[in-house]
């Protein structure tokens, strides 16, 4: 499944290539590149969709074959600004280890991994295999309990 970084990386992709050969197209390719929009339509509609988007897929089947650029331009923009913003970093002092939060919590690590994976933690933060809680969230959960 593609994700929300993918589609935004292929939105603003498909809007700087096209804005170029919008500008440098000669006349008799007008309808080669009219089908190059409304390809850049579809799989961007098709992206929308696997993002649970259906209003954007919808949307992109209006183009057909043919699409002049100003048109799917739009479209690739509201497809954009609907996309959640990404989440802002955060600083690694912010956040609380396995072995962290296994000590904070008073239990086994393999029991911080098992209830990561049923959903009973706050939800962490994964980059590659390293795996962190953020700080706060943690603060707030244990204070819930």
Not at 38 to 53: D, H, R, S
């Amino acid at each position: 499944m593609r994700t929300n970084s993918d589609f935004r990386e292929f939105i603003l992709s498909a809007i700087d290539r096209f804005d170029r050969l919008y500008e440098s197209a000669p006349p008799e390719a007008v309808l080669e590149t009219g089908r190059g929009y409304a390809v850049a339509a579809e799989e961007a509609g098709n992206m929308a969709a696997k993002l649970g988007l259906p209003q954007l897929y919808r949307r992109s089947l209006d183009f057909g074959e043919f699409a002049e650029w100003p048109h799917v331009k739009v479209f690739l923009a509201e497809c954009l600004a609907a996309l959640p913003a990404p989440p802002e970093p955060v600083p690694i002092g912010e956040t609380i280890g396995v072995e962290e939060l296994a000590t904070m919590l008073g239990v086994n690590i393999r029991t911080i991994y098992r209830r990561r994976n049923d959903g009973t933690l706050p939800a962490p933060i994964q980059v590659g295999r390293l795996v962190r809680w953020r700080r706060a969230d943690v603060e707030a959960f244990m204070a819930a309990k």
